[in-house]
């Protein structure tokens, strides 16, 4: 009990700490707000800033910016504050205002620097696989204007590198409400799913798996259809078999695509149902 007991009074020690030093930082930030020294304010903001306390430096800066606009310290200070947001994880306003800084200092070394990062907050903004892909759609095309006005910049390699885990985020989110089609036994979606999954995106190590679940799917829809209409969807699951070992001729999956065909020219034979 003595431990326990000392044990909760050096918290207690602690918390008391922690919340004098953080009354006493925000009384320090307070007095600097109502100074009417903008330098000072400036100062103080650039301060924050390199000991990386964005929030007190961004509303420093925010304070100051009719002070200083047209000033020659004015667009790093904007480009500064840009950070600060980025710093602080609000990709929104960040997104927004490295995208104003490019605008409005179009001839600056920084430029290109902030056209990357305004499609890298779109890149951070992407949400899981299952969710709208909006952002991740817009990081795609902004990264690709990126590559294209700046051919020649040392971001190229991570903007591409990010332009192929958006793709591989989109594939993923087609492959999946493919998936789930086949899981609930819509087969006739799935197999559309999985195609167009296959279709665009003929450059993934997946391809072949998706059309081979394309296959399973028309196969299922065939076996579960009604007698008169079993004929052309077995023909319609002979005709994806012939295309697959066209298209991928080295694929792992051949020989499964074999059985398949097989098996549908067994049922299609005379005389059997």
Do not use: W
């Not at 009384?27 to 330098?39: A, G, N, P």
């Not at 390199?50 to 961004?58: R, V, Y």
């Not at 992407?126 to 892909?133: A, C, I, M, T, Y």
Request: one cysteine or more; charged letters at 30%.
């Amino acid at each position: 009990m003595l431990k326990f007991a000392n044990f909760m009074g050096r918290i207690v020690i602690f918390s008391v700490l922690i919340f004098v030093l953080a009354s006493s930082c925000s009384t320090k930030m307070s007095k600097i707000m109502k100074s009417k020294d903008y330098e000072y304010k400036y100062k103080m903001a650039e301060q924050y800033y390199a000991n990386k306390k964005f929030q007190e430096s961004q509303k420093l800066f925010e304070d100051v910016f009719p002070y200083l606009k047209g000033s020659t310290r004015y667009e790093d200070m904007y480009f500064k504050y840009a950070y600060s947001y980025y710093y602080n994880k609000d990709y929104l306003n960040a997104e927004n205002l490295f995208k104003t800084f490019v605008e409005n200092f179009p001839a600056s070394t920084k430029s290109e620097e902030c056209e990357y990062m305004r499609a890298y907050c779109y890149y951070k903004q992407s949400p899981k696989v299952e969710l709208d892909q909006t952002n991740t759609n817009k990081t795609m095309g902004l990264m690709q204007a990126f590559i294209s006005s700046h051919p020649n910049s040392a971001r190229i390699k991570d903007a591409t590198d990010l332009i192929d885990l958006c793709r591989e985020k989109l594939e993923m989110k087609d492959f999946k409400s493919a998936e789930l089609y086949y899981n609930l036994g819509f087969y006739k979606a799935a197999a559309i799913a999985f195609g167009n999954v296959s279709d665009n995106f003929p450059d993934s190590k997946k391809s072949d798996e998706y059309k081979l679940l394309m296959i399973k799917s028309y196969f299922k829809y065939a076996e579960m259809s009604y007698e008169e209409k079993q004929k052309e969807r077995y023909e319609k699951v002979l005709s994806e078999c012939t295309e697959f070992s066209d298209r991928f001729t080295d694929s792992k999956y051949l020989e499964e695509v074999s059985k398949y065909k097989i098996q549908t020219l067994n049922i299609l034979k005379p005389g059997k149902k």
